[in-house]
């Protein structure tokens, strides 16, 4: 791209000068000079709008391909995982770091905690079965629920960090050198602007705030990670990179998940498209990824 474009700046600029030339040449009859700069001029003019075709022919091609490497990398972003609790926050992360204390605790001397789990099910004691009277069996289908609810939470939680580790590894060079190859002789610092503050640098961004937690992912992959601390991580990365919408109607909770980060890109990657082709931008609806409607049957938190 900075080939063609300097060479059209040098054939333009050759073309002026000796036009110049042959304008002073016939003005002041030196016929010879005239002659030469006359042709001069003339092949200037030839070889300017030859450059100046290939000068566009490789600004589309370039734009095309930050385009491409720019869909391919958001395709990729698309894939980060909204970590979803449909219970009270605040009840599902004391299970965790509780249950995670737990196993650490190996002195007799320290008791072994169930307060959180104990609030846990007590909160939601009263969607159990009405039928269960016995407490023995009450308790039995209260340790299964739990269990169960909370084998769903690590399971969920396994699966985005492993999906946030696979992000982190992504390589961004074919976007960085199609960047680098925006070069333009006309509104280049606007375009420019444009790719590296809607596209470029935002993509950049995502992919620098998911290596920073991922490394903590991988520890706790390892065997050296703190479980409750990475469900605060993936926590972190929902209230960035997503949008939750929540409405309470009667006895009717609804949850609905955008990916507002994936959204934006997607927009301003049609965007830098529509420039590219000259057409004119139109705004599409964005589409929830997770829509979730619950009755109420306790105070929210």
Sequence with gaps: MRAAKWLTIITIVLTIIFLVLSVLFYFYKINLAYDISLAIFGGSILGFIMSLIEYYAAKRQSMETFYKEALRAISRLGKAKFFLINEPTNLVLNCISEEFSNKFTVSELIPIKYESKERFIDFYKQGFPTEITDSLKFIEYAEDWYSKTMQGYYSELEKSMDIYIELAGMQLGELDNAYGNLDFIIANRTLRKLAYEQIYNPIKEF??????????????????????ACTNFLLKLNEKWFSKKEVNRDEIHSVTIYQKYYDMLEDSVEKFRCKIYNQKYREDEHKPIISRIYQIKHEDK
């Design 207 to 228: 992919k620098e705030s998911v290596v920073r937690e991922a490394y903590h992912f991988q520890l706790y992959k390892a065997g050296e990670g703190n479980i409750s």
